[in-house]
């Protein structure tokens, strides 16, 4: 679709700057002097439109940046890092509750032996 715009405008601005539709430049120039004058303001009317709509339709898109090995090996050593802190974390708090069931369990038993008050 960008290429029919395109097409469209090229078209468009050509003939609005063929010489004697809007602008004669210069007024008493030769054929030749005209035509190269139109040309240069057409080509320098292109770049800046295309340059223009170019930036609008695409601003979506971010430059990627590239990152060095350095800078990959960083992150993939500190996201290796943070999941075994997780996992000791985790470790750690299934061990607390294993104790916890543990110590209930036990004074679970303890009342049985006892018996009944």
Known sequence: MFNLYMAFLTTS???????????????????????ATHAVIFGLAYYFIHTMISNS??????????????????????????????????????????????AQMAVQAAAKRKGPK
């Open 13 to 35: 601005l050509f003939y609005l700057l063929s010489p004697g539709i809007l602008l004669r430049l210069p007024k008493n120039g030769s054929k030749m002097a005209v035509a």
């Open 57 to 102: 339709l695409h601003e979506g898109f971010k430059s990627v940046k590239v990152t060095s090995q350095n800078d990959i090996d960083a992150r993939n050593k500190a996201a290796a890092e943070k999941v075994a802190a997780e996992k000791a974390a985790a470790e750690k708090a299934a061990a607390e509750r294993a104790q916890a069931v543990a």
